[in-house]
C-alpha cells in the first residue's frame, strides 16, 4: 500500500491518497471513514487528511503500509529528505503516536533546515546546545516545546544513528508545575444535566466514569465495554500499554439507549460517516455543556480525567490503586492529585484556628 497526501484539485480539502492490492478487510475499513472518496480512473482512495490517523493504519495494516513522509505535512530540505525519511521510519517501527510523529519530523526539519550545509553525524553538542538557545532567544520557545525540541534530536542520534545516550547530554529546563483544575463532584452532575443529547452525554460520562484522555475515547471499539465486569478495557494507550478502568452502572444503563438509538458498527462513539469521532467535535461537545451549566472555570476534557482521579482519592481510594486506573508509569505522577484533593486538605487544621483571641 502506498499512502501520500496530495492537494488533489479535484477536491476542496487536503486528502490522503491510498492504492493498494484488493483487499476486502482494508477496503471495509477504509469505507468506514467519514468523507473518503474512490477514484475508479485512477485507482486511488482519498480521505479528508483530517480523518487520517497514523498509528490506526499501522494498527491495521502492519507491514502492509508504506508511508510517505509527505502525509505528514512535513516540507524537508531536500538535501536532508533520505535522512528525514529513515527518521520516519524509525519513529513508525517504534510505533509512536502519530501527533508525536508529526512534532518530531517537524522539529528534526527544523534543526536539518538550520545545519543544511553539514553533515549531522560532525554536529557537535556545544553547537547543538547553542541552537537550543538560539531559540528560546529568538522564538521564546516554552518549556515544553524546548524538551520536545531536544528529544527529537536525541532520537536521531540514539536511535537512528545508534549512539550511546551517553553522548548526547543536554540542558534541559525545568518542567513547570502546575496542580490540575477540578470539577466538583456537583458541578459534574450539573455538567452532565445539561447535556441533553444522548450521544454527548455519553461521550461526557464515559470520560469521566474511566478516567479517559480523549484520544483513548475515541479509539474504544464496542468490545472493550465489559459490562459483566464493569470495566472498560482501553488499548494501546499513552506508551503503549493496555489497562482495564472502571465502568460506572450509570454509564452502562446510558450506554445501552444509545446502542438501541444509534446502534454502532464498530467503534463505541462514531462520527456521522460511520468512522472514529473527532477530538475537535469532543471538545465542542464539553464547551457547549459548560456554558449551558454556567460553570466559568477554565476547564477542557481532559478536566474530567483529573476530576475522576481527585473525586477517587477523595472517597479514600487507595493511590496505587488510582495509578493502575488511570495507566501511568509512576506514582509520582498520581501524586499530583493529593494536592488538589478538598478533602484531603480539610484534614488539616489551620494555625489560626488554635488561637484564642477573645
Given at each position: 500500500m502506498n499512502?501520500?497526501?496530495?492537494?488533489?484539485?479535484?477536491?476542496?480539502?487536503?486528502?490522503?491518497?491510498?492504492?493498494?492490492?484488493?483487499?476486502?478487510?482494508?477496503?471495509?475499513?477504509?469505507?468506514?471513514?467519514?468523507?473518503?472518496?474512490?477514484?475508479?480512473?485512477?485507482?486511488?482512495?482519498?480521505?479528508?487528511?483530517?480523518?487520517?490517523?497514523?498509528?490506526?493504519?499501522?494498527?491495521?495494516?502492519?507491514?502492509?503500509?508504506e508511508i510517505d513522509h509527505s502525509a505528514l505535512d512535513i516540507s524537508p530540505c531536500q538535501k536532508h529528505n533520505e535522512l528525514l525519511r529513515e527518521y520516519l521510519e524509525m519513529l513508525i517501527r517504534k510505533r509512536y503516536s502519530q501527533n508525536t510523529i508529526?512534532?518530531?519530523?517537524?522539529?528534526?526539519?527544523?534543526?536539518?533546515?538550520?545545519?543544511?550545509?553539514?553533515?549531522?553525524?560532525?554536529?557537535?553538542?556545544?553547537?547543538?546546545?547553542?541552537?537550543?538557545?538560539?531559540?528560546?532567544?529568538?522564538?521564546?520557545?516554552?518549556?515544553?516545546?524546548?524538551?520536545?525540541?531536544?528529544?527529537?534530536?536525541?532520537?536521531?542520534?540514539?536511535?537512528?544513528?545508534?549512539?550511546?545516550?551517553?553522548?548526547?547530554?543536554?540542558?534541559?529546563?525545568?518542567?513547570?508545575?502546575?496542580?490540575?483544575?477540578?470539577?466538583?463532584?456537583?458541578?459534574?452532575?450539573?455538567?452532565?444535566?445539561?447535556?441533553?443529547?444522548?450521544?454527548?452525554?455519553?461521550?461526557?460520562?464515559?470520560?469521566?466514569?474511566?478516567?479517559?484522555?480523549?484520544?483513548?475515547l475515541i479509539n474504544l471499539k464496542i468490545t472493550d465495554i465489559d459490562s459483566r465486569r464493569m470495566l472498560i478495557r482501553i488499548s494501546n494507550s499513552k506508551g503503549n500499554k493496555d489497562r482495564y478502568t472502571l465502568l460506572s452502572e450509570k454509564l452502562v444503563q446510558l450506554l445501552r439507549d444509545y446502542f438501541r438509538f444509534y446502534r454502532p458498527k464498530h467503534w463505541l462513539f462514531e462520527g456521522q460517516g460511520g468512522g472514529q469521532y473527532s477530538a475537535t467535535s469532543i471538545e465542542n461537545i464539553f464547551r457547549k455543556a459548560l456554558r449551558k451549566a454556567k460553570i466559568t472555570k477554565h476547564a477542557t476534557p481532559h478536566t474530567l480525567r483529573h476530576s475522576f482521579a481527585t473525586h477517587l482519592l477523595e472517597q479514600g481510594i487507595n493511590l496505587l490503586y488510582i495509578k493502575e486506573l488511570l495507566g501511568h508509569s509512576s506514582i509520582k505522577t498520581t501524586e499530583i492529585y493529593t494536592h488538589v484533593s478538598s478533602k484531603q486538605l480539610s484534614k488539616i487544621k489551620n494555625p489560626p484556628d488554635n488561637l484564642n483571641t477573645e
Open positions: 499512502i501520500e497526501l496530495i492537494p488533489d484539485s479535484l477536491y476542496k480539502e487536503l486528502v490522503v491518497k491510498i492504492r493498494f492490492k484488493y483487499n476486502k478487510r482494508i477496503i471495509e475499513i477504509i469505507k468506514s471513514i467519514h468523507g473518503r472518496r474512490w477514484n475508479q480512473e485512477a485507482g486511488f482512495w482519498y480521505i479528508p487528511k483530517k480523518q487520517f490517523n497514523l498509528k490506526k493504519f499501522l494498527d491495521s495494516f502492519g507491514k502492509e503500509v508529526k512534532t518530531y519530523m517537524s522539529y528534526m526539519g527544523s534543526f536539518m533546515e538550520e545545519f543544511s550545509n553539514r553533515k549531522l553525524d560532525s554536529i557537535t553538542i556545544r553547537e547543538i546546545n547553542a541552537y537550543i538557545s538560539k531559540l528560546i532567544r529568538t522564538r521564546d520557545i516554552s518549556a515544553s516545546q524546548q524538551n520536545q525540541r531536544i528529544n527529537a534530536i536525541k532520537f536521531y542520534y540514539e536511535k537512528v544513528l545508534g549512539r550511546k545516550r551517553e553522548y548526547y547530554q543536554l540542558n534541559r529546563p525545568k518542567k513547570v508545575k502546575r496542580l490540575p483544575r477540578i470539577l466538583t463532584v456537583e458541578e459534574v452532575e450539573l455538567l452532565l444535566r445539561n447535556c441533553n443529547n444522548l450521544k454527548h452525554k455519553c461521550i461526557l460520562m464515559t470520560l469521566y466514569s474511566g478516567g479517559l484522555r480523549r484520544s483513548e
